[in-house]
């Protein structure tokens, strides 16, 4: 393939790899260095991950900012400084005497806009340290608890000490935290031993690829365009004017709205720009009309 990789891969991660690894591998699968993901996924999760390519990598964070779906298993009795099954014990209880409908009725319970701690041992920074390096040395901090959104918890399969269930939710939600916090609803600890992340907005895993099977002779096979990538977003159809695209190429704040309608019923902040059927770009909804924010030709 000569010409130039742009676009969005999903990649199925194996586990035992980071999210950087991903891209590192990648990178020298493909023989180019503009790369990055959307979102990380620890070394024990498996499933999407959306990495983008060339001029792609302009819309990183849109696409970490779209809704996720994952499915776990945590088991209960147990809690571990990770919240994983990779940690050390930390918590034992009793969960002999909890039956199946308190365990789903729990599990239910965090559907919704939830506060949630980070755990330790997370790539957040404070003070420019990640959590992580400062758990490995025994040092716990202060976190603030975050705003989550749960917007749906299904398929709740409880099997004596074990409960798998498949959850949506907002970008940054924990999902070992999660486990973590029902156990302690239900008094018993708990920690999660599998994680899967099955959908990333727009992306599912059935169109995911195997790393191992990627190559530059087939990535042709698995790019997703920039275009395709962002297909949620609402079509602004410019008019061919040479005046207005030398303004808008050199980057000259213009208002859009001049030159066409905004789609009628919409509330969308971002719009995908097109001129007649070239995808142009990226435009941001603002107080005094719509600019374009990200171009994507050139």
């Not at 859009?256 to 059927?277: H, M, N, Q």
Request: with cysteine; aromatic share 6%; glycine share 6%.
């Amino acid at each position: 393939m000569n010409q130039a990789i742009n676009g969005v891969i999903v990649i199925d991660k194996p586990m035992d790899m980071t999210s950087h690894d991903v891209v590192a591998i990648m990178r020298r699968k493909l023989k180019t260095k503009k790369i990055g993901h959307t979102g990380t996924l620890d070394p024990m999760a498996t499933g999407v991950l959306p990495i983008c390519i060339g001029k792609a990598t302009k819309i990183v964070d849109f696409l970490m900012d779209q809704k996720k779906t994952y499915h776990c298993t945590m088991m209960l009795g147990t809690a571990t400084d990770t919240q994983d099954r990779w940690g050390e014990v930390i918590l034992s209880g009793d969960c002999s005497g909890i039956n199946e409908k308190e365990i789903t009725e729990a599990i239910l319970s965090f559907v919704g806009e939830i506060h949630q701690i980070p755990p330790m041992y997370s790539a957040l920074k404070v003070n420019g340290e990640k959590l992580v390096d400062l758990a490995r040395k025994g040092i716990i901090v202060e976190r603030e608890a975050r705003i989550r959104t749960i917007y749906s918890i299904k398929d709740i399969d409880v099997r004596q000490h074990t409960a798998s269930f498949s959850v949506s939710c907002s970008k940054g939600t924990y999902i070992r935290t999660l486990c973590h916090d029902i156990g302690i609803k239900l008094g018993c600890y708990a920690h999660m031993t599998e994680l899967r992340r099955t959908t990333s907005d727009p992306f599912k895993i059935e169109s995911a690829v195997v790393l191992e099977d990627l190559s530059l002779e087939n990535v042709e096979n698995h790019i997703i365009s920039i275009e395709d990538a962002l297909d949620w977003m609402p079509i602004i159809k410019l008019p061919q004017n040479s005046e207005l695209l030398k303004r808008v190429e050199n980057g000259v704040r213009v208002n859009l709205e001049k030159y066409v309608k905004e789609p009628a019923d919409v509330k969308d902040k971002f719009y995908r720009v097109f001129i007649e059927e070239q995808f142009y770009g990226l435009a941001e909804k603002l107080d005094n009309g719509i600019y374009m924010k990200k171009l994507m030709i050139g």
